[in-house]
């Protein structure tokens, strides 16, 4: 199998951030194995974990082979690299549950069955931490490295000298030591020479070499990808609502592609590298077309396309690009009743509703009435009535007079009906 140049590929991408020496070299010669750890605390990942996600998709393209380990243990335990506090611990049934999900989801950017040599593997440290004792692991593991090395980490010392810390437990404090022991493991089993991870992680993986330099008698080699931010300061992978998840059923794919599509000309030249597989002369030319009309943002589309389309194929992709129309666009009544109602919510997310009855509405319902009477959208028959006048008002984006009549014709998603007055005045009837 042909090996292309990894390092050379991560480096015009923008996401090296630390590289031990010689790792281009070792990894140049051959096929090599490679892990990122993965948190098994939730059941999806969310695009803060796009990152790693794309360094072992990468580094699967250049002819390698990548271990995805999910951190059972470790996710037992909680890494304290750039955290104030302890996380929750999980059982197992939880933890091989949210192991299953995730690696459904890796398969999105991984080969995970095609049996090549370099097909991708998920491993999970709990299977070979869950029976080693704490005498063994002290005495084979933990005499090996000193405090003084483990207190030099930045992890720990941000968290013991931290104002707005407790300190740090002894639990916490032993992660890196069960991090570099599972590179250590991986190193002496699978032949994996090389940890990839966040600038955050270098502490930890820089443990792991040196287990393996003592214990295994071998050689190590790490890799770091800078921290993604997003150039107003703010934290990429979080929206208002939170994380922005992989799951669809955690952030639908509309809200998805809004998420990507609504980055800044800045971001968007940084993120379409990291972020998708198109190559370099592909995003330069993207890059320079986007320069030229940056109000058409050619590039957030493409990108939002190409990472929408990665994580949830082309068919939701297509979906949610519809679904912007409607909001943005010209659009009809069919349109709005093609929507699922998860995705209709989502458009109008924070849109005031009132609620009516089915029997109302299989009655019919006088449109004056419905703008102002039953909903309060409007506060009076009279204002009702003057923008009818005024032929501003849409019902389902299609623009009616005053002798319309709400009906179950016009429930989109057999719940919802949307009136409109103007472009931008929306009201939601929510059937119940």
């Known amino acids: 199998m042909s090996i292309s140049n990894f390092v050379e590929e991560l480096k015009w991408r923008g996401m090296v951030h630390d590289v031990m020496p010689e790792t281009e070299t070792h990894l140049l010669e051959q096929m090599r ?25 990468f580094y699967q393209r250049a002819g390698h082979k990548p271990y995805a380990l999910v951190g059972g243990a470790t996710g037992m335990i909680g890494d304290p690299s750039g955290k104030s506090s302890e996380r929750n ?29 370099n097909e991708a593997v ?35 010392k941000n968290r013991i000298s931290g104002e707005d810390t407790e300190g740090m437990s002894f639990t916490e404090f032993t992660y890196q030591l069960v991090q570099g022991y599972d590179f250590l493991h991986l190193y002496k089993n699978h032949d994996c020479t090389l940890q990839m991870g966040g600038s955050d992680q270098w502490g930890n993986i820089t443990t792991g070499t040196e287990l393996i330099r003592r214990i295994g008698g071998g050689k190590g080699y790490a890799l770091t ?83 929408t389309t990665t994580v949830h194929g082309i068919e939701e992709y297509e ?31 924070g849109v005031p509703q009132a609620e009516i009855t089915r029997q109302e509405i299989e009655e019919g319902i006088d449109i004056i009435g419905a703008l102002a009477e039953k909903t309060g959208f409007l506060k009076s028959n009279g ?33 919802f009906v949307l009136l409109q007055r103007g472009k931008k005045n929306y009201f939601i009837i929510n059937v119940k």
Not at 398 to 409: A, H, Q
């Open 33 to 57: 194995a490679a892990y990122i750890g993965f948190d098994p605390t939730a059941d999806s990942l969310h695009i803060g974990n796009l990152v790693p996600i794309m360094l072992l998709s």
């Open 383 to 415: 204002e009702a009535r003057r923008a009818l006048k005024e032929n501003s008002i849409s019902v389902n984006k299609e623009k009616v007079t005053d002798s319309y009549r709400v009906t179950t014709s016009d429930l989109i998603n057999n719940q």
């Open 89 to 117: 611990l999980l059982d197992e049934k939880t933890l091989r549950h949210n192991q299953e999900c995730v690696r459904k989801q890796l398969s999105q950017f991984l080969d995970f069955t095609s049996g090549k040599p």
């Open 319 to 349: 979906k949610a690009v519809a679904a912007s129309g409607i909001l943005f666009g010209r659009s009809t009544s069919q349109d709005l009743k093609s929507l699922d109602a998860e995705t209709f919510l989502d458009i109008f997310e």
């Open 225 to 307: 990808c800078p921290l993604i931010t997003k150039s107003d300061g703010s934290k990429f992978g979080k929206s208002e609502g939170g994380n922005v998840w992989l799951d669809a059923k955690r952030t639908s794919p509309y809200k998805f592609y809004q998420y990507w599509l609504n980055t800044s000309d800045e971001d968007a030249a940084k993120y379409i590298k990291i972020f998708t597989f198109l190559d370099k002369e592909t995003i330069e030319g993207l890059i320079t077309e986007h320069g030229e009309a940056p109000h058409t943002r050619l590039l957030q589309k493409r990108l939002a396309q190409e990472v």
């Open 122 to 156: 998920m491993v999970n440290n709990y299977d070979w931490m869950k029976e080693f004792s704490f005498l063994d692991f002290i005495r084979d593991v933990g005499k090996h490295i000193t405090v003084n090395y483990m207190m030099a980490k930045d992890s720990v």
